[in-house]
Protein backbone atom coordinates (compact mmCIF):
# COMPACT_ATOMS: atom_id res chain seq x y z
CA UNK A 1 0.00 0.00 0.00
CA UNK A 2 2.84 2.44 1.12
CA UNK A 3 4.20 1.45 -2.19
CA UNK A 4 1.24 2.61 -4.27
CA UNK A 5 0.40 5.70 -2.32
CA UNK A 6 4.51 6.89 -3.39
CA UNK A 7 3.72 6.02 -7.11
CA UNK A 8 0.37 8.32 -6.74
CA UNK A 9 2.59 11.11 -4.82
CA UNK A 10 5.57 10.40 -8.14
CA UNK A 11 2.80 10.94 -11.08
CA UNK A 12 3.19 13.86 -13.38
CA UNK A 13 -0.42 15.32 -13.94
CA UNK A 14 -0.09 15.64 -16.61
CA UNK A 15 0.99 12.58 -18.48
CA UNK A 16 0.13 10.47 -15.35
CA UNK A 17 3.40 8.75 -15.99
CA UNK A 18 6.06 9.08 -13.23
CA UNK A 19 8.22 12.15 -13.51
CA UNK A 20 10.57 12.54 -15.97
CA UNK A 21 13.20 15.11 -15.37
CA UNK A 22 11.18 16.94 -12.74
CA UNK A 23 10.84 20.51 -12.55
CA UNK A 24 9.64 22.98 -10.13
CA UNK A 25 7.19 25.90 -10.70
CA UNK A 26 7.57 29.19 -8.70
CA UNK A 27 3.88 27.99 -7.09
CA UNK A 28 5.42 24.78 -5.67
CA UNK A 29 4.46 22.17 -8.32
CA UNK A 30 6.25 19.58 -9.86
CA UNK A 31 5.83 18.62 -13.72
CA UNK A 32 7.78 16.74 -16.34
CA UNK A 33 10.24 19.11 -17.90
CA UNK A 34 9.06 17.60 -21.71
CA UNK A 35 5.15 17.96 -20.62
CA UNK A 36 5.43 21.59 -18.95
CA UNK A 37 7.20 23.18 -21.70
CA UNK A 38 4.37 21.61 -23.94
CA UNK A 39 1.63 23.27 -21.68
CA UNK A 40 3.51 26.81 -21.48
CA UNK A 41 4.14 27.34 -24.92
CA UNK A 42 0.30 26.43 -25.85
CA UNK A 43 -0.29 29.01 -23.20
CA UNK A 44 2.01 31.50 -24.48
CA UNK A 45 0.00 31.36 -27.81
CA UNK A 46 -3.07 33.16 -26.20
CA UNK A 47 -1.40 35.27 -23.05
CA UNK A 48 -0.13 34.83 -20.00
CA UNK A 49 1.68 31.76 -18.81
CA UNK A 50 -0.50 29.30 -16.39
CA UNK A 51 0.70 26.24 -13.48
CA UNK A 52 -2.23 23.70 -14.78
CA UNK A 53 -2.82 22.24 -11.52
CA UNK A 54 -3.31 25.76 -9.50
CA UNK A 55 -3.69 28.28 -12.30
CA UNK A 56 -1.35 30.41 -11.03
CA UNK A 57 -0.47 32.90 -13.82
CA UNK A 58 2.71 34.39 -14.65
CA UNK A 59 3.31 37.00 -17.62
CA UNK A 60 6.50 35.45 -18.28
CA UNK A 61 8.20 32.09 -18.96
CA UNK A 62 8.32 30.89 -15.53
CA UNK A 63 12.08 29.62 -14.57
CA UNK A 64 11.85 26.01 -14.22
CA UNK A 65 13.87 25.05 -11.11
CA UNK A 66 15.43 20.80 -11.71
CA UNK A 67 14.02 19.63 -8.51
CA UNK A 68 16.84 17.29 -7.07
CA UNK A 69 15.52 16.04 -4.56
CA UNK A 70 12.60 14.62 -6.45
CA UNK A 71 14.42 13.47 -9.16
CA UNK A 72 16.49 11.05 -6.26
CA UNK A 73 12.95 10.09 -4.88
CA UNK A 74 12.31 8.84 -8.63
CA UNK A 75 15.26 6.83 -9.26
CA UNK A 76 15.31 5.18 -5.65
CA UNK A 77 11.43 4.43 -6.55
CA UNK A 78 12.40 2.78 -10.07
CA UNK A 79 15.47 0.54 -8.79
CA UNK A 80 13.05 -1.10 -6.16
CA UNK A 81 10.48 -1.25 -8.68
CA UNK A 82 11.80 -2.99 -11.79
CA UNK A 83 9.48 -5.59 -12.26
CA UNK A 84 6.91 -2.26 -12.25
CA UNK A 85 5.71 -1.97 -15.96
CA UNK A 86 5.20 1.76 -16.67
CA UNK A 87 1.71 2.65 -18.19
CA UNK A 88 1.68 4.79 -20.99
CA UNK A 89 -1.55 6.99 -21.39
CA UNK A 90 -3.83 8.64 -18.78
CA UNK A 91 -4.42 6.07 -15.55
CA UNK A 92 -7.63 5.92 -13.68
CA UNK A 93 -7.84 7.86 -10.34
CA UNK A 94 -9.07 5.41 -8.31
CA UNK A 95 -6.69 2.45 -9.63
CA UNK A 96 -4.17 3.38 -6.72
CA UNK A 97 -2.10 0.14 -5.68
CA UNK A 98 -2.40 -1.56 -9.62
CA UNK A 99 -2.50 1.23 -12.51
CA UNK A 100 -4.78 0.97 -15.07
CA UNK A 101 -5.46 3.02 -18.70
CA UNK A 102 -8.27 5.19 -18.23
CA UNK A 103 -10.69 5.11 -20.72
CA UNK A 104 -13.34 8.29 -20.35
CA UNK A 105 -12.77 11.34 -18.13
CA UNK A 106 -15.81 12.70 -16.11
CA UNK A 107 -16.18 16.56 -15.96
CA UNK A 108 -18.28 17.36 -13.08
CA UNK A 109 -15.81 14.59 -11.07
CA UNK A 110 -12.78 15.59 -12.43
CA UNK A 111 -11.68 12.36 -12.73
CA UNK A 112 -10.64 9.85 -15.28
CA UNK A 113 -11.88 6.03 -14.89
CA UNK A 114 -11.09 2.87 -16.30
CA UNK A 115 -13.52 0.43 -17.43
CA UNK A 116 -14.91 -1.05 -13.84
CA UNK A 117 -14.98 2.70 -12.48
CA UNK A 118 -17.01 3.66 -15.37
CA UNK A 119 -19.68 1.25 -14.69
CA UNK A 120 -20.13 1.92 -11.72
CA UNK A 121 -19.67 6.00 -12.35
CA UNK A 122 -22.32 5.16 -14.86
CA UNK A 123 -24.44 3.41 -12.57
CA UNK A 124 -24.18 6.70 -9.48
CA UNK A 125 -23.97 9.63 -11.83
CA UNK A 126 -25.87 9.12 -15.32
CA UNK A 127 -26.06 13.17 -15.75
CA UNK A 128 -22.65 13.31 -15.50
CA UNK A 129 -20.36 14.52 -18.65
CA UNK A 130 -18.13 12.29 -19.73
CA UNK A 131 -15.32 13.12 -22.86
CA UNK A 132 -12.05 10.96 -24.03
CA UNK A 133 -9.78 10.69 -21.32
CA UNK A 134 -7.79 13.94 -20.24
CA UNK A 135 -5.11 15.56 -18.26
CA UNK A 136 -6.39 18.74 -18.40
CA UNK A 137 -10.02 18.64 -16.81
CA UNK A 138 -9.39 21.47 -14.97
CA UNK A 139 -9.83 23.80 -18.46
CA UNK A 140 -12.62 22.54 -19.07
CA UNK A 141 -14.46 24.35 -16.34
CA UNK A 142 -14.84 27.63 -15.54
CA UNK A 143 -12.29 29.14 -13.54
CA UNK A 144 -14.73 31.62 -11.84
CA UNK A 145 -17.77 29.50 -11.14
CA UNK A 146 -16.43 25.97 -11.05
CA UNK A 147 -18.76 25.03 -13.90
CA UNK A 148 -18.44 22.74 -17.47
CA UNK A 149 -17.73 25.36 -20.13
CA UNK A 150 -21.29 24.52 -22.24
CA UNK A 151 -21.55 28.20 -24.30
CA UNK A 152 -19.12 30.24 -26.49
CA UNK A 153 -19.38 34.59 -26.31
CA UNK A 154 -18.85 35.46 -30.24
CA UNK A 155 -18.18 38.94 -28.55
CA UNK A 156 -15.26 37.96 -26.44
CA UNK A 157 -14.20 35.14 -28.04
CA UNK A 158 -14.40 33.06 -24.97
CA UNK A 159 -15.50 29.56 -23.95
CA UNK A 160 -18.36 30.38 -20.77
CA UNK A 161 -20.36 28.36 -18.56
CA UNK A 162 -23.87 28.90 -17.76
CA UNK A 163 -23.18 31.56 -14.63
CA UNK A 164 -21.25 33.73 -16.43
CA UNK A 165 -23.78 33.90 -19.46
CA UNK A 166 -26.60 34.47 -16.61
CA UNK A 167 -24.59 36.88 -14.12
CA UNK A 168 -21.00 36.65 -15.01
CA UNK A 169 -19.59 39.54 -16.68
CA UNK A 170 -20.43 38.19 -20.34
CA UNK A 171 -24.10 38.69 -19.06
CA UNK A 172 -26.16 40.21 -22.31
CA UNK A 173 -23.81 39.35 -24.51
CA UNK A 174 -24.42 37.02 -27.98
CA UNK A 175 -23.57 33.34 -26.89
CA UNK A 176 -23.65 30.23 -29.10
CA UNK A 177 -23.41 26.34 -27.85
CA UNK A 178 -19.88 25.17 -27.74
CA UNK A 179 -21.01 22.90 -30.93
CA UNK A 180 -22.69 25.30 -32.63
CA UNK A 181 -19.46 28.14 -32.86
CA UNK A 182 -17.06 24.90 -33.01
CA UNK A 183 -18.76 24.08 -36.43
CA UNK A 184 -18.63 27.66 -37.48
CA UNK A 185 -14.92 27.84 -36.41
CA UNK A 186 -14.31 24.51 -38.47
CA UNK A 187 -16.15 25.79 -41.64
CA UNK A 188 -13.92 28.92 -41.70
CA UNK A 189 -10.67 26.68 -41.27
CA UNK A 190 -11.87 24.38 -43.79
CA UNK A 191 -12.50 27.30 -46.22
CA UNK A 192 -8.92 28.69 -45.30
CA UNK A 193 -7.57 24.61 -45.27
CA UNK A 194 -9.57 25.21 -48.99
CA UNK A 195 -7.07 28.24 -50.29
CA UNK A 196 -4.06 27.11 -48.91
CA UNK A 197 -4.36 23.58 -50.74
CA UNK A 198 -5.04 25.84 -53.19
CA UNK A 199 -2.20 28.02 -53.34
CA UNK A 200 0.49 25.15 -51.86
CA UNK A 201 -0.87 23.09 -55.08
CA UNK A 202 -0.05 25.84 -57.66
CA UNK A 203 3.04 26.56 -55.46
CA UNK A 204 3.48 22.97 -55.87
CA UNK A 205 3.53 23.20 -59.47
CA UNK A 206 5.44 26.35 -59.44
CA UNK A 207 7.90 24.41 -58.10
CA UNK A 208 7.71 21.16 -61.12
CA UNK A 209 7.77 23.80 -63.34
CA UNK A 210 11.03 25.57 -62.37
CA UNK A 211 12.25 22.02 -61.31
CA UNK A 212 11.80 20.56 -65.38
CA UNK A 213 12.99 24.21 -66.54
CA UNK A 214 16.36 23.59 -63.80
CA UNK A 215 16.92 20.33 -65.56
CA UNK A 216 16.23 21.35 -68.86
CA UNK A 217 18.75 24.42 -68.88
CA UNK A 218 21.93 22.14 -69.25
CA UNK A 219 20.79 20.22 -72.08
CA UNK A 220 19.99 24.40 -73.12
CA UNK A 221 23.30 25.75 -72.38
CA UNK A 222 24.70 22.51 -74.10
CA UNK A 223 22.67 23.05 -76.96
CA UNK A 224 23.40 26.84 -77.22
CA UNK A 225 27.48 26.47 -76.18
CA UNK A 226 27.38 24.24 -79.58
CA UNK A 227 25.44 26.34 -81.90
CA UNK A 228 27.66 29.23 -80.46
CA UNK A 229 30.79 26.65 -81.11
CA UNK A 230 29.54 26.20 -84.80
CA UNK A 231 29.19 29.74 -85.31
CA UNK A 232 32.53 30.62 -84.32
CA UNK A 233 34.15 28.28 -86.26
CA UNK A 234 32.00 29.20 -89.44
CA UNK A 235 33.12 32.76 -88.63
CA UNK A 236 36.72 31.54 -88.77
CA UNK A 237 36.40 29.96 -91.56
CA UNK A 238 34.69 33.00 -93.23
CA UNK A 239 37.62 35.09 -91.85
CA UNK A 240 40.64 32.73 -92.78
CA UNK A 241 39.14 32.79 -96.31
CA UNK A 242 38.66 36.43 -96.66
CA UNK A 243 42.34 36.91 -95.23
CA UNK A 244 43.62 34.54 -97.82
CA UNK A 245 41.61 36.20 -100.22
CA UNK A 246 42.79 39.79 -99.72
CA UNK A 247 46.41 38.42 -99.19
CA UNK A 248 46.45 36.68 -102.95
CA UNK A 249 44.85 40.34 -104.40
CA UNK A 250 47.25 42.20 -102.48
CA UNK A 251 49.90 39.70 -104.33
CA UNK A 252 48.33 40.06 -107.53
CA UNK A 253 48.58 43.89 -107.55
CA UNK A 254 52.06 43.78 -105.95
CA UNK A 255 53.71 41.60 -108.69
CA UNK A 256 51.54 44.15 -111.45
CA UNK A 257 52.76 46.86 -109.43
CA UNK A 258 56.46 45.93 -110.00
CA UNK A 259 56.41 43.93 -113.35
CA UNK A 260 54.87 47.60 -114.61
CA UNK A 261 57.77 49.49 -112.40
CA UNK A 262 60.35 46.75 -113.89
CA UNK A 263 59.01 47.86 -117.23
CA UNK A 264 59.30 51.73 -116.44
CA UNK A 265 62.48 51.69 -114.85
CA UNK A 266 64.08 49.52 -117.83
CA UNK A 267 62.78 52.94 -120.36
CA UNK A 268 64.15 55.47 -118.08
CA UNK A 269 67.33 53.37 -118.09
CA UNK A 270 67.57 53.38 -121.50
CA UNK A 271 66.72 57.34 -121.81
CA UNK A 272 69.18 58.28 -118.97
CA UNK A 273 72.00 56.09 -121.23
CA UNK A 274 70.76 58.00 -124.59
CA UNK A 275 70.58 61.88 -122.71
CA UNK A 276 73.87 61.08 -121.11
CA UNK A 277 75.45 60.17 -124.56
CA UNK A 278 74.19 63.42 -125.89
CA UNK A 279 74.84 65.40 -123.30
CA UNK A 280 78.93 64.22 -124.03
CA UNK A 281 78.74 65.26 -127.95
CA UNK A 282 77.45 68.86 -126.50
CA UNK A 283 80.27 69.17 -124.20
CA UNK A 284 82.87 67.87 -126.56
CA UNK A 285 81.38 70.77 -129.17
CA UNK A 286 81.39 73.29 -126.11
CA UNK A 287 85.23 72.25 -125.77
CA UNK A 288 86.39 72.42 -129.74
CA UNK A 289 88.49 75.56 -130.32
CA UNK A 290 87.11 75.40 -134.12
CA UNK A 291 84.37 77.73 -134.57
CA UNK A 292 83.61 76.26 -138.36
CA UNK A 293 83.71 72.53 -136.58
CA UNK A 294 81.50 74.29 -134.29
CA UNK A 295 79.00 75.66 -136.74
CA UNK A 296 78.69 72.67 -138.99
CA UNK A 297 76.54 70.53 -136.18
CA UNK A 298 73.36 70.97 -136.30
CA UNK A 299 71.96 73.07 -134.05
CA UNK A 300 71.31 71.91 -130.39
CA UNK A 301 67.93 71.60 -130.62
CA UNK A 302 68.37 69.01 -133.80
CA UNK A 303 70.41 67.00 -131.27
CA UNK A 304 66.92 66.47 -129.27
CA UNK A 305 64.04 63.94 -130.17
CA UNK A 306 61.32 66.15 -131.06
CA UNK A 307 59.02 63.39 -129.22
CA UNK A 308 61.53 64.11 -126.47
CA UNK A 309 61.13 67.94 -126.65
CA UNK A 310 57.80 66.94 -126.77
CA UNK A 311 57.60 65.10 -123.20
CA UNK A 312 59.92 67.72 -121.50
CA UNK A 313 57.71 70.69 -122.06
CA UNK A 314 54.24 68.88 -122.55
CA UNK A 315 54.96 66.43 -119.55
CA UNK A 316 56.21 63.38 -119.30
CA UNK A 317 54.04 60.24 -120.00
CA UNK A 318 56.23 57.95 -118.41
CA UNK A 319 57.81 59.95 -115.51
CA UNK A 320 54.37 61.77 -114.13
CA UNK A 321 55.08 65.14 -115.69
CA UNK A 322 52.74 67.68 -114.77
CA UNK A 323 51.42 68.17 -118.52
CA UNK A 324 49.77 64.70 -118.80
CA UNK A 325 50.10 62.85 -116.04
CA UNK A 326 51.69 59.26 -115.66
CA UNK A 327 49.42 56.32 -115.84
CA UNK A 328 52.08 54.12 -114.84
CA UNK A 329 53.67 56.09 -111.99
CA UNK A 330 50.91 57.68 -110.35
CA UNK A 331 51.13 61.23 -112.33
CA UNK A 332 48.85 63.85 -110.83
CA UNK A 333 47.13 63.77 -114.18
CA UNK A 334 45.76 60.50 -114.79
CA UNK A 335 46.91 58.22 -112.02
CA UNK A 336 48.23 54.94 -112.05
CA UNK A 337 45.95 52.26 -111.96
CA UNK A 338 48.54 50.01 -110.49
CA UNK A 339 51.20 52.53 -108.40
CA UNK A 340 48.52 53.81 -106.45
CA UNK A 341 47.14 56.46 -108.31
CA UNK A 342 43.90 57.57 -107.47
CA UNK A 343 42.46 54.84 -109.09
CA UNK A 344 44.27 52.53 -106.78
CA UNK A 345 43.24 54.07 -104.07
CA UNK A 346 39.55 54.15 -104.39
CA UNK A 347 40.20 50.50 -105.11
CA UNK A 348 41.93 50.20 -102.11
CA UNK A 349 39.37 51.91 -100.00
CA UNK A 350 36.81 49.62 -101.40
CA UNK A 351 38.62 46.82 -100.29
CA UNK A 352 38.53 47.89 -96.92
CA UNK A 353 34.84 48.59 -97.14
CA UNK A 354 34.25 45.18 -98.06
CA UNK A 355 36.16 43.90 -95.13
CA UNK A 356 34.16 46.11 -92.90
CA UNK A 357 30.94 45.41 -94.56
CA UNK A 358 31.71 41.11 -94.49
CA UNK A 359 32.46 41.43 -90.66
CA UNK A 360 29.48 43.64 -89.71
CA UNK A 361 27.42 40.81 -91.25
CA UNK A 362 29.11 38.52 -89.18
CA UNK A 363 28.60 40.58 -85.68
CA UNK A 364 25.30 41.11 -86.60
CA UNK A 365 24.25 37.37 -87.27
CA UNK A 366 25.58 36.68 -83.57
CA UNK A 367 23.82 39.89 -81.85
CA UNK A 368 20.57 38.36 -83.76
CA UNK A 369 21.15 34.91 -83.11
CA UNK A 370 22.41 35.51 -79.24
CA UNK A 371 20.02 38.09 -78.39
CA UNK A 372 20.36 38.37 -74.79
CA UNK A 373 17.11 39.36 -73.30
CA UNK A 374 14.33 38.18 -71.42
CA UNK A 375 11.50 36.11 -72.80
CA UNK A 376 8.52 37.77 -71.73
CA UNK A 377 5.59 36.23 -70.36
CA UNK A 378 3.10 38.13 -72.72
CA UNK A 379 -0.67 37.24 -71.51
CA UNK A 380 -3.83 38.66 -73.56
CA UNK A 381 -6.12 41.33 -71.80
CA UNK A 382 -9.69 39.47 -72.46
CA UNK A 383 -11.13 43.15 -71.20
CA UNK A 384 -9.14 44.76 -74.68
CA UNK A 385 -10.53 42.26 -77.37
CA UNK A 386 -12.85 42.89 -80.41
CA UNK A 387 -15.96 40.59 -80.60
CA UNK A 388 -14.78 38.92 -83.48
CA UNK A 389 -11.67 37.69 -81.51
CA UNK A 390 -11.93 34.65 -79.10
CA UNK A 391 -9.25 34.59 -76.56
CA UNK A 392 -8.05 31.02 -75.36
CA UNK A 393 -8.25 30.07 -72.04
CA UNK A 394 -4.66 30.11 -71.40
CA UNK A 395 -4.28 34.37 -73.05
CA UNK A 396 -2.24 33.08 -75.70
CA UNK A 397 -4.11 32.79 -78.88
CA UNK A 398 -6.19 34.98 -80.57
CA UNK A 399 -8.56 33.68 -83.15
CA UNK A 400 -11.23 35.48 -85.59
CA UNK A 401 -14.29 34.17 -85.85
CA UNK A 402 -18.07 35.09 -87.31
CA UNK A 403 -19.52 34.96 -83.99
CA UNK A 404 -19.83 37.81 -82.08
CA UNK A 405 -18.52 37.30 -78.35
CA UNK A 406 -20.00 38.29 -75.85
CA UNK A 407 -17.78 40.34 -74.03
CA UNK A 408 -18.95 42.97 -71.83
CA UNK A 409 -19.00 46.47 -73.21
CA UNK A 410 -15.69 48.77 -71.60
CA UNK A 411 -14.01 51.76 -72.47
CA UNK A 412 -10.57 49.89 -73.32
CA UNK A 413 -12.41 47.18 -75.52
CA UNK A 414 -11.14 47.54 -79.33
CA UNK A 415 -13.84 47.97 -81.73
CA UNK A 416 -12.50 46.06 -84.33
CA UNK A 417 -10.67 42.91 -84.12
CA UNK A 418 -7.98 43.49 -81.93
CA UNK A 419 -6.49 42.81 -78.61
CA UNK A 420 -3.38 43.93 -76.21
CA UNK A 421 -1.50 42.12 -73.33
CA UNK A 422 -1.73 43.00 -70.11
CA UNK A 423 1.62 43.63 -68.90
CA UNK A 424 3.40 46.77 -70.21
CA UNK A 425 6.89 47.37 -70.47
CA UNK A 426 8.95 50.33 -69.45
CA UNK A 427 12.48 49.07 -68.97
CA UNK A 428 14.87 46.18 -69.86
CA UNK A 429 15.52 44.14 -72.78
CA UNK A 430 12.61 41.87 -73.84
CA UNK A 431 11.41 39.36 -76.73
CA UNK A 432 8.15 37.61 -77.59
CA UNK A 433 7.60 34.91 -80.70
CA UNK A 434 4.58 34.56 -82.41
CA UNK A 435 3.00 32.30 -84.82
CA UNK A 436 0.48 32.66 -87.26
CA UNK A 437 -2.26 30.08 -88.47
CA UNK A 438 -4.44 30.47 -91.76
CA UNK A 439 -3.84 34.19 -91.28
CA UNK A 440 -3.98 36.24 -94.48
CA UNK A 441 -4.71 39.69 -93.30
CA UNK A 442 -2.91 40.09 -89.76
CA UNK A 443 -0.45 42.01 -87.79
CA UNK A 444 2.03 42.19 -84.69
CA UNK A 445 3.34 44.72 -82.88
CA UNK A 446 3.74 46.72 -79.72
CA UNK A 447 1.47 49.71 -78.33
CA UNK A 448 0.71 52.57 -76.15
CA UNK A 449 -2.19 51.95 -73.59
CA UNK A 450 -3.17 55.42 -74.28
CA UNK A 451 -4.44 54.09 -77.60
CA UNK A 452 -8.10 54.96 -79.03
CA UNK A 453 -10.05 51.94 -79.21
CA UNK A 454 -12.98 53.49 -81.84
CA UNK A 455 -12.41 54.49 -84.95
CA UNK A 456 -9.71 53.99 -88.04
CA UNK A 457 -7.43 55.60 -85.95
CA UNK A 458 -7.26 53.00 -83.24
CA UNK A 459 -6.00 49.95 -85.89
CA UNK A 460 -2.82 49.70 -84.99
CA UNK A 461 0.11 51.68 -86.87
CA UNK A 462 -2.42 53.72 -88.07
CA UNK A 463 -1.38 56.28 -85.65
CA UNK A 464 1.05 57.42 -83.28
CA UNK A 465 1.03 54.94 -80.44
CA UNK A 466 1.61 51.75 -81.82
CA UNK A 467 4.35 50.33 -84.51
CA UNK A 468 4.03 46.78 -86.29
CA UNK A 469 4.91 43.97 -89.03
CA UNK A 470 2.06 43.76 -91.35
CA UNK A 471 0.42 41.40 -93.41
CA UNK A 472 -1.96 43.01 -96.40
CA UNK A 473 -4.22 40.84 -98.53
CA UNK A 474 -2.81 42.49 -101.89
CA UNK A 475 0.09 40.11 -103.00
CA UNK A 476 0.82 38.96 -99.71
CA UNK A 477 3.13 41.92 -99.17
CA UNK A 478 4.66 42.30 -95.63
CA UNK A 479 5.65 45.52 -94.51
CA UNK A 480 5.92 47.39 -91.08
CA UNK A 481 3.86 50.47 -90.74
CA UNK A 482 4.00 53.41 -87.69
CA UNK A 483 1.75 56.49 -87.95
CA UNK A 484 -0.04 55.29 -91.22
CA UNK A 485 3.62 55.40 -92.50
CA UNK A 486 3.97 51.83 -94.53
CA UNK A 487 7.42 50.48 -95.05
CA UNK A 488 7.04 47.52 -98.11
CA UNK A 489 9.88 44.95 -96.92
CA UNK A 490 12.12 43.88 -99.58
CA UNK A 491 12.38 40.43 -97.97
CA UNK A 492 10.92 37.41 -99.35
CA UNK A 493 8.93 35.99 -95.88
CA UNK A 494 8.62 31.99 -96.10
CA UNK A 495 8.26 31.27 -92.19
CA UNK A 496 4.71 31.42 -90.24
CA UNK A 497 6.78 32.51 -87.08
CA UNK A 498 8.23 35.78 -85.81
CA UNK A 499 10.02 37.44 -82.98
CA UNK A 500 9.24 41.23 -81.31
CA UNK A 501 12.53 42.41 -79.77
CA UNK A 502 12.50 45.32 -77.37
CA UNK A 503 15.00 47.02 -76.20
CA UNK A 504 13.75 49.84 -73.60
CA UNK A 505 16.83 51.81 -72.94
CA UNK A 506 18.09 52.14 -76.71
CA UNK A 507 14.57 52.69 -77.50
CA UNK A 508 14.43 50.12 -80.18
CA UNK A 509 11.30 47.83 -81.68
CA UNK A 510 12.95 45.03 -83.64
CA UNK A 511 11.15 42.28 -85.75
CA UNK A 512 12.85 38.73 -86.77
CA UNK A 513 11.41 36.03 -89.07
CA UNK A 514 12.24 33.05 -87.36
CA UNK A 515 13.99 30.67 -90.07
CA UNK A 516 16.89 29.37 -90.16
CA UNK A 517 19.18 31.13 -89.52
CA UNK A 518 16.87 34.43 -88.03
CA UNK A 519 16.79 37.03 -90.03
CA UNK A 520 16.45 41.11 -89.16
CA UNK A 521 13.23 42.15 -90.97
CA UNK A 522 13.19 45.74 -89.60
CA UNK A 523 13.93 48.03 -86.50
CA UNK A 524 11.89 50.72 -84.94
CA UNK A 525 13.84 53.49 -83.23
CA UNK A 526 12.12 56.03 -80.96
CA UNK A 527 12.09 57.89 -77.45
CA UNK A 528 9.34 55.49 -76.06
CA UNK A 529 7.33 57.48 -73.33
CA UNK A 530 4.67 55.04 -72.15
CA UNK A 531 4.70 51.06 -71.12
CA UNK A 532 4.67 49.06 -74.11
CA UNK A 533 2.00 46.30 -74.58
CA UNK A 534 1.79 43.49 -77.18
CA UNK A 535 -0.62 44.33 -79.83
CA UNK A 536 -2.63 41.67 -82.28
CA UNK A 537 -4.59 42.40 -85.43
CA UNK A 538 -6.04 39.40 -87.07
CA UNK A 539 -8.92 39.09 -89.85
CA UNK A 540 -9.04 36.00 -90.50
CA UNK A 541 -7.24 32.43 -88.73
CA UNK A 542 -5.48 33.19 -85.88
CA UNK A 543 -2.02 34.33 -84.01
CA UNK A 544 -0.59 31.97 -80.93
CA UNK A 545 1.71 33.49 -78.42
CA UNK A 546 4.59 30.85 -77.87
CA UNK A 547 5.32 29.99 -74.55
CA UNK A 548 8.72 29.53 -73.01
CA UNK A 549 9.23 26.44 -74.00
CA UNK A 550 9.40 27.10 -77.59
CA UNK A 551 13.20 27.12 -78.37
CA UNK A 552 15.11 29.11 -80.64
CA UNK A 553 15.65 28.38 -83.86
CA UNK A 554 19.11 27.21 -84.45
CA UNK A 555 21.60 29.80 -86.63
Not at 31 to 41: E, P
Not at 88 to 94: A, F, Q, R, S, W
Not at 220 to 239: H, M, P
Request: aromatic share 6%; glycine share 8%.
Amino acid sequence: MASANLRQELLCSICMNIYTDPVTLRCGHNFCQVCIDGVLDTDGGYGDYSCPECRATFQKWPPLQKNITLCNVVENYRSTQPHQEEITGICCTYCVESPVTAVKSCLMCEASLCEKHLKVHINISADHVLTDPSTSLKTKKCSIHKKILEYYCTEDAACICVSCSLAGEHRGHRVEMLEEASEKKKEKLRNILHKLTTERNKTEERVQSLEERKEKAPERAAGEAERVTALFIDIRRRVDDLEKRILSEISRREEKILLSLSDVIQKLERKKDELSRKMRHIEELCNMTDPLTVLQEPDTGDLCDPEEEGEHYGGDKTTGGHGGGDKTTGGHGGGDKTTGGHDGGDRGVALISHISHTLSAMIRDINVTFYVQDRADILLDVNTAGNNLRISDDLKTATWTWNIQTHPETAERFQYNQVMSGRGFTSGRHYWDVEISRSTNWMVGMCYPSIDRRGRQSYFGNNNKSWGLYKGLVNNQYSVIHNSKVTPLPHQISSDRFRICLDCKAGQLSFYELCDPIRHLHTFTAAFTEPLHAALYVCNGSIKILGSSCEKPSS
